[in-house]
């Protein structure tokens, strides 16, 4: 019977292809690329000549009967994009469903994927995720959408390309408030590999002279039972000092900054020492 595997292959660093992957790219009969020029390259590397179709976001719907066809003759396939695992915003979901409807089996052949990659190194996945990947390009759109996400209490994963990513902070932090902590990998295993957290109203002057390469955000959930009476700024403020100085010294400064209240910054201060 044929079988259709569904292979993540490296998003920067060559190493960090498995064994397993390499086996089953030279085992199977036919490899699904949605960029043949890329993953010729990949194959080519590790001396890899097994043969190489196209399947892209244009083409998979009329790719993937070519390929049914293909493991109705008995054919092993494996489905790669251009990095990471398909169907995680690239090519792969149209496929898989249509091998799954011919009643073929779909062998999950796991690896690097860059959403995975950034949130395990954020420190904002312990209450949960949610991957989004890629939002609207028009800010008006991507608004709406940060606007149904912003109550939700788990981090929110999401890719941007380089040309939006100071736009998309822009909008977040309109939407989500200066406060709400964000998490930015920028090149993830690439050599110009770059990771920063910070408050959502610090971000925009970071990614001023970064504006190359892709990017993972994680941005913090919403928190739940926030203390009443403290304003958004004076939660930045706070934020900002207490990666400098102890609970009670932030609190005294956010509280001569921003005339709030001493004892209700200290209570935040005590729940969020923790999170910064």
Not at 18 to 46: M, N, P, Q, W, Y
Not at 216 to 230: F, K, M, N, R, Y
């Given at each position: ?56 976001q244009h083409n ?57 990659a950034a949130l ?157």
């Open positions: 019977m044929g079988e259709l595997y569904v292979v993540a292959t490296p998003i920067g660093n060559l190493g960090d292809i498995t064994l397993r992957a390499l086996e089953i790219l030279k085992g199977v009969d036919v490899v699904a690329a949605e960029d043949t020029r890329t993953s010729a390259g990949l194959l080519r590397h590790f001396g890899i000549s097994t043969r190489l179709v196209s399947l892209h998979e719907r009329q790719k993937s009967e070519a390929i049914v066809t293909l493991l109705r003759e008995g054919k092993k396939v494996a489905i790669v994009t251009d990095a990471g695992t398909p169907g995680i915003s690239d090519p792969g979901d149209i496929l898989v469903e249509r091998v799954r409807e011919a009643g073929f089996r779909v062998v999950p052949v796991p690896g690097a994927c860059a959403a995975i395990s190194v954020s420190g904002l996945a312990g209450n949960g995720f949610l991957f989004k990947g890629f939002l609207p390009a028009k800010s008006s759109q991507r608004k709406r959408e940060l606007e149904a996400l912003k109550e939700i209490s788990f981090s929110l994963v999401f890719y941007e390309a380089p040309h939006r990513v100071m736009e998309f902070a822009r909008d977040l932090t309109e939407v989500f408030g200066e406060s709400r902590r964000v998490f930015f990998a920028r090149e993830i295993t690439k050599l110009h590999e770059e990771i920063h957290r910070c408050m959502a109203g610090e971000s925009i002057p970071w990614l001023e002279s970064r504006q190359r390469g892709e990017y993972v955000i994680v941005a913090e959930g919403a928190q739940l039972e926030p203390p009443s009476g403290i304003s958004e700024e004076a939660k930045r403020i706070l934020g900002i000092l207490l990666r400098h100085m102890p609970v009670s010294q932030a609190a005294k400064a956010a509280a001569e900054i921003s005339g709030e209240k001493r004892g209700e910054l200290y209570d935040f201060a005590l729940k969020s020492t923790n999170r910064l």
